[in-house]
């Protein structure tokens, strides 16, 4: 089983800047894709950026410029680094990987359990 855990979420000014991280940990034999997700309340859940194992990146329209995502391999993590926050990016950031615990086992989808990220006008 692989498990995924965020953090560096908080509250923010307008315009500041937040760090966001998430680590897998347990039985992994590979990670494919990472990604972030985010929820809003009274929202459905969106995709902010994904980043793949050759470590090419897609963005949402919203974030494109403002925020970048990265990912260590060697130490199983992916980062979101959100800057020039807006009121609008106030959501629960969920961390996303597609990987499997074993060679044999099929590709599966991890989500950490989101870490809330305010931002105020």
């Known amino acids: 089983q692989v498990q995924l855990v965020e953090s560096g979420g908080g509250l923010v000014q307008a315009g500041g800047s937040l760090r966001l991280s998430c680590a897998a940990s347990?039985?992994?034999?590979?990670?494919?894709?990472m990604g972030w997700y985010r929820q809003a309340p009274g929202k459905q859940r969106e995709l902010v950026a994904v980043i793949s194992s050759a470590g090419s990146t897609n963005y949402a329209d919203s974030i494109k410029g403002r925020f970048t995502i990265s990912r260590d391999d060697a130490k199983n993590t992916v980062a979101l680094q959100m800057n020039s926050l807006k009121p609008e990016d106030t959501a629960v950031y969920y961390c996303n990987a597609a990987a499997k615990p074993t060679h044999w086992a099929t590709w599966l989808n991890y989500w950490g359990q989101g870490t809330q990220v305010t931002v105020s006008s």
């Open positions: 347990g039985s992994i034999f590979s990670i494919n894709a």
